[in-house]
């Protein structure tokens, strides 16, 4: 409300009407495409400004190049339909994957046995060219620390790092407020932090890395061993006959006393513990993140493992559970998201 002296310097322009295409317009729920690949999932989901997720989609991620791709564009295509009957308007495609990735060209570089056939892939080209649409392309745990940055508890925190478990673990470090990639995207590959000099075999080639202790596959490994040994099985624990032995198998059968099942995931937390340690003296984050499916697992061991084995100065870090649902879903949307809305 301006006086009139200055009503008469500034003219404003008339009031133009909206029609009622333009209110449509407004109504729209400006949104993102986001894929996660990861080692057992392909997601695809419609998530808006705030982080929601409108819509999920959940398949198996196909073992060969072909037969992924193919059900990328597909499970996109569909997606991007269904997004106008639910009056968002897609913005861009944000892809999670795991493997080193280069943003820059929309290249997953290279992986490790948990994807197949999904090294030297150019990602971006196809799925731009298939939807018309920008495509931006990051390692799956470097997603879940721009999730953490946007929406979750590292909103506001300088320098924090987060690791997250599936298939196997996934890690992302921010530094200063960004992401930190290495000299050949190689940075922030926590799941390959190695504790012991022998140690379980790793879906990486080499051994005793964090993720072939306590990656959901590490357990579910460990599950099917003391299956097969008998030594699974405790008062409590349900399993059926045909029935596929898991991860969530043996944490049941530790929460219900079985003594091996709790020695296996001691160490598993252990070894994520010493992992965090190695982290904590590389980076010094004053926050550390945990999400995925195994998180609440591994809290309470990671934080006496810290209280036992890190340096002083280094004791002040906080160790949180993610609150996020997809962290690493919401970090592909968040790719699209903050572009379109830059400045
Ligand atoms: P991806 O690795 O494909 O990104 P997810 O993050 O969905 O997939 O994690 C899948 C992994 O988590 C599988 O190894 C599965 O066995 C394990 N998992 C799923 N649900 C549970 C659960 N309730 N408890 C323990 N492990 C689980
Ligand atoms: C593996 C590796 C990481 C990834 C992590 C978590 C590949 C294909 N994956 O360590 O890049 O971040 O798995 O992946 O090289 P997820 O399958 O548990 O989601
Ligand atoms: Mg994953
Ligand atoms: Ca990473
Ligand atoms: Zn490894």
């Known amino acids: 409300d301006l006086d009139e002296p200055l009503q008469k310097t500034f003219r404003f322009p008339p009031v133009k009407t909206?029609?009622?295409?333009?209110?449509?317009?407004?109504?729209?729920?400006?949104?993102?495409?986001?894929?996660?690949?990861?080692?057992?999932?392909?997601?695809?989901?419609?998530?808006?400004?705030?982080?929601?997720?409108?819509?999920?989609?959940?398949?198996?991620?196909?073992?060969?190049?072909?037969?992924?791709?193919?059900?990328?564009?597909?499970?996109?295509?569909?997606?991007?339909?269904?997004?106008?009957?639910l009056n968002c308007r897609i913005l861009g495609v944000g892809v999670s994957t795991g493997g080193r990735v280069n943003p820059k060209k929309g290249l997953v570089l290279d992986s490790t046995s948990l994807i197949q056939e999904w090294s030297s892939v150019d990602v971006r080209t196809p799925i731009s060219d298939a939807l018309n649409l920008p495509v931006?392309?990051?390692?799956?745990?470097?997603?879940?620390?721009?999730?953490?940055?946007?929406?979750g508890h590292g909103r506001g925190v300088e320098n924090f790092v987060t690791v997250i478990t599936g298939t196997g673990i996934g890690g992302g470090v921010i530094q200063h407020n960004e992401l930190i990639h290495g000299s050949s995207f190689c940075a922030a590959e926590l799941g390959h932090i190695m504790v012991s000099l022998e140690g379980p075999e790793c879906s990486c080639g080499s051994r005793g890395c964090i993720e072939a202790y306590a990656s959901g596959l590490a357990l579910q490994r460990e599950a099917k061993r003391l299956h097969d040994a008998d030594l699974l099985m405790v008062e409590g624990l349900s399993l059926k006959s045909e029935e596929h032995v898991t991860a969530a198998h043996l944490i049941s059968a530790a929460h219900l006393g079985n003594p091996t099942a709790e020695a296996v995931l001691r160490t598993a937390g252990q070894a994520l513990g010493m992992g965090i340690v190695n982290?904590?003296?590389?980076?010094?984050?004053?926050?550390?993140?945990?999400?995925?499916?195994?998180?609440?697992?591994?809290?309470?061991?990671?934080?006496?493992?810290i209280g036992q084995r890190a340096l002083s100065s280094a004791q002040s870090v906080t160790v949180m559970t993610s609150d996020l649902e997809e962290p690493a879903l919401l970090g592909a949307a968040s790719m699209v998201l903050d572009y379109a809305t830059r400045r």
């Open 136 to 151: 931006w392309v990051e390692n799956d745990g470097n997603c879940a620390a721009l999730a953490e940055k946007k929406f």
């Open 18 to 85: 909206c029609t009622s295409q333009d209110i449509d317009h407004i109504l729209e729920t400006q949104s993102a495409l986001a894929l996660d690949l990861g080692g057992t999932n392909l997601r695809v989901a419609i998530v808006s400004m705030k982080g929601e997720i409108v819509k999920k989609y959940s398949q198996g991620n196909p073992k060969t190049y072909e037969d992924r791709m193919e059900l990328i564009l597909k499970m996109c295509v569909e997606a991007a339909t269904e997004a106008v009957d």
């Open 279 to 305: 982290i904590l003296h590389t980076v010094n984050p004053s926050l550390v993140i945990l999400s995925g499916v195994l998180a609440s697992n591994y809290h309470g061991p990671i934080q006496q493992i």
